[in-house]
C-alpha cells in the first residue's frame, strides 16, 4: 500500500485581516473614481462656471454687508421670537389646564405639519390681502419664521424640561418653593442645558429657512443671502455667486456647530 500524501492545511484569513482586505479594496475604489473624475472633467469650464475670481470679487463687499448682515438679523429677530413663544407653548403642554394642553398641541401639530413656505406666503401675503394691512417687513419676517420655528422648539423644550430628574421639583417644593419659582429658578434653566445642541440645530435650520423669504418680496436693502446669489445667477448666467454665498452660509453655520460640541463637552464635565 502507497502513503496517502498529507495535504497542507488550508490557511483561512483572520477577521482583522479580511477587514484589511475590505478596506483596501474600498481604498482603490475610491481613488480609481477619483482618478476617472479627474481625467473626464472639463477643468477650465468649470472654472469659468462655478469659479469665476473676478465676478467672485464684484460680489464684496455686498454680500457680507447687506445680504449676510440681513440673514443673520432676520434669523436673531425669528429664533428670539420662536424660544419665547416656544417656552410659552411648552409650558402649556405641561400644563395640568388641558384647555392649554389642547390649545398648545392643536398648533403645534398645525404649523410642524404646514410647509414653512406655506406659512411665510400665509404672514406675508394672504393676512394683509384678508384685512387690508400691510406690516413692516421685519414684523412679517418674524411671524413668518417664528411662528414655524416656534412649534419645533415649543417640543424640545418640553423634552428638555422633562427630561430633568423628578426629584429636582421634589427638593425645590421641600424647601418651600412654589411651583411657578421652582419651574423658572431650577426646571427651566436645567431643562436647557439638556437641549442646547437641538436648539442650535434650529438656529441653523433658522438660517437656511431665510432662503424662503423671497415669496414676501424683497428690495436691494432687504435681500438675504440666496436671493441676492441667484439674482447675481440670473443677470450673469454664472453659478460663481451661488459658490460664494454658500461659502458664506458654511462660514456661518460651522461655528455654531463647532460651539455646540465644546458646550456639550463643559456640560459632560460639569455633570
Known amino acids: 500500500m502507497t502513503a496517502t500524501a498529507a495535504r497542507p492545511p488550508t490557511r483561512t484569513l483572520t477577521k482583522r485581516q479580511q477587514q484589511r482586505l ?20 472639463d477643468w477650465e469650464t468649470t472654472r469659468r462656471n462655478f469659479f469665476n475670481a473676478e465676478l467672485a470679487r464684484q460680489m464684496f463687499p455686498d454680500v457680507l454687508t447687506i445680504a449676510a448682515r440681513n440673514t443673520l438679523l432676520y434669523t436673531i429677530l425669528a429664533f428670539s421670537f420662536g424660544l419665547a413663544f416656544g417656552l410659552l407653548l411648552a409650558l402649556m403642554r405641561l400644563s395640568s389646564v388641558a384647555p392649554y394642553r389642547w390649545l398648545a398641541t392643536i398648533y403645534i401639530e398645525i404649523f410642524r405639519g404646514l ?14 390681502i384678508a384685512f387690508g394691512t400691510r406690516w413692516p417687513t421685519l414684523v412679517t419676517i418674524t411671524l413668518g419664521l417664528g411662528i414655524v420655528a416656534a412649534a419645533y422648539m415649543a417640543e424640545t423644550i418640553r423634552a428638555g424640561i422633562e427630561g430633568v430628574p423628578k426629584g429636582q421639583m421634589e427638593a425645590a417644593r421641600s424647601l418651600g418653593m412654589s411651583y411657578s419659582w421652582a419651574m423658572a429658578s431650577i426646571i427651566i434653566p436645567q431643562g436647557f442645558r439638556i437641549i442646547i445642541p437641538p436648539l442650535t440645530n434650529e438656529l441653523v435650520l433658522l438660517i437656511k429657512d431665510t432662503s424662503l423669504l423671497f415669496v414676501i418680496g424683497t428690495t436691494p436693502a432687504t435681500k438675504e443671502l440666496t436671493k441676492f446669489g441667484r439674482d447675481l445667477l440670473n443677470t450673469n448666467a454664472n453659478a460663481t455667486p451661488l459658490i460664494v454665498v454658500g461659502a458664506v452660509y458654511l462660514m456661518i453655520t460651522i461655528p455654531l456647530t463647532q460651539l455646540v460640541r465644546v458646550l456639550e463637552r463643559r456640560n459632560a464635565r460639569s455633570r
Open 22 to 41: 475590505v478596506r483596501g479594496a474600498l481604498y482603490v475604489v475610491f481613488v480609481a473614481a477619483l482618478a476617472a473624475l479627474v481625467a473626464v472633467a
Open 115 to 128: 410647509p414653512a413656505l406655506l406659512t411665510i406666503f400665509l404672514v406675508g401675503i394672504g393676512i394683509p
